[in-house]
């Protein structure tokens, strides 16, 4: 079926977002230092991390809403530290804005060019990243996240989602992504076309290059999936 508008993840597809939050996570170390010491003594980058995976696993309810997680766990560092919990909003507020901060990959901008031009654009991802705090409005015409639909992926209702934000039938929308489980399998659960972005060639666990050829378009980056598409 004829490709009508187009759902892309965000993170790892368009960015690489290792990097994003080392340089967040260290920042708000930096502005912990300051401003609750004992806290920054007691819960390092490392130590902050396993508190947010605890902090996950208390509250898998939350699954969804990465921001709301990283708020409970700064709180509680804050709490455990004998310092003011109230804190836990600007922390947070400081790791978000460094979170918006990203670099895009090679690819990205002349590929959203291209895209744009034929297809409305669809940011649909399980993170936090602002369309337009990172620089992407002018391509995307809206966007739906993990926080904003409840749920992420690969749950077929977030991909339903996007749809009717585009007012699309799934059939006559792909989506873009660097992970074959929750992008792919997602999106494919939900009867939407699939792209899976496998930049450098890199395989992940879920299935073979072979078994996933047959199932969806696979392409290195954004340039060759608008040629494919012819954008």
């Given at each position: 079926?004829?490709?009508?508008?187009?759902?892309?993840?965000?993170?790892?597809?368009?960015?690489?977002?290792?990097?994003?939050?080392?340089?967040?996570e260290q920042v708000?170390?930096?502005?912990?230092?300051?401003?609750?010491?004992?806290?920054?003594?007691?819960?390092?980058?490392?130590?902050?991390?396993?508190?947010?995976?605890?902090?996950?696993?208390?509250?898998?309810?939350?699954?969804?809403d990465l921001s709301?997680?990283?708020?409970?766990?700064?709180?509680?560092?804050?709490?455990?530290?004998?310092?003011?919990?109230?804190?836990?909003?600007?922390?947070?507020?400081?790791?978000?804005?460094?979170?918006?901060?990203?670099?895009?990959?090679?690819?990205?901008?002349?590929?959203?060019?291209?895209?744009?031009?034929?297809?409305?654009?669809?940011?649909?991802?399980?993170?936090?990243?602002?369309?337009?705090?990172?620089?992407?409005?002018?391509?995307?015409?809206?966007?739906?996240?993990?926080?904003?639909?409840?749920?992420?992926?690969?749950?077929?209702?977030?991909?339903?989602?996007?749809?009717?934000?585009?007012?699309?039938?799934?059939?006559?929308?792909?989506?873009?992504?660097?992970?074959?489980?929750?992008?792919?399998?997602?999106?494919?659960?939900?009867?939407?076309?699939?792209?899976?972005?496998?930049?450098?060639?890199?395989?992940?666990?879920?299935?073979?290059?072979?078994?996933?050829?047959?199932?969806?378009?696979?392409?290195?980056?954004?340039?060759?999936?608008?040629?494919?598409?012819?954008?």
């Amino acid at each position: 079926m004829t490709v009508l508008a187009l759902t892309l993840d965000l993170d790892d597809t368009l960015w690489p977002i290792a990097p994003v939050i080392e340089r967040a996570e260290q920042v708000t170390h930096a502005w912990l230092e300051r401003q609750a010491p004992a806290t920054a003594l007691r819960f390092g980058v490392p130590a902050m991390r396993e508190l947010r995976a605890d902090v996950s696993r208390r509250h898998p309810r939350l699954a969804h809403d990465l921001s709301q997680l990283r708020l409970i766990a700064l709180r509680e560092s804050l709490r455990a530290s004998g310092d003011d919990p109230a804190l836990a909003e600007p922390a947070f507020e400081v790791f978000f804005a460094q979170r918006q901060q990203v670099e895009f990959y090679a690819d990205v901008i002349p590929a959203l060019d291209r895209l744009a031009a034929r297809f409305p654009l669809l940011a649909l991802s399980n993170g936090n990243a602002e369309l337009a705090a990172t620089g992407l409005s002018r391509w995307f015409c809206g966007s739906v996240s993990a926080r904003s639909a409840g749920v992420a992926k690969p749950d077929v209702r977030i991909f339903r989602s996007a749809c009717e934000q585009l007012g699309r039938a799934p059939a006559q929308v792909m989506h873009i992504g660097d992970d074959l489980a929750l992008d792919v399998d997602g999106a494919r659960a939900a009867g939407l076309q699939t792209a899976w972005v496998r930049r450098d060639g890199v395989q992940q666990p879920g299935g073979s290059t072979q078994e996933a050829g047959r199932r969806h378009l696979q392409v290195s980056d954004l340039l060759a999936l608008a040629d494919l598409l012819g954008a």
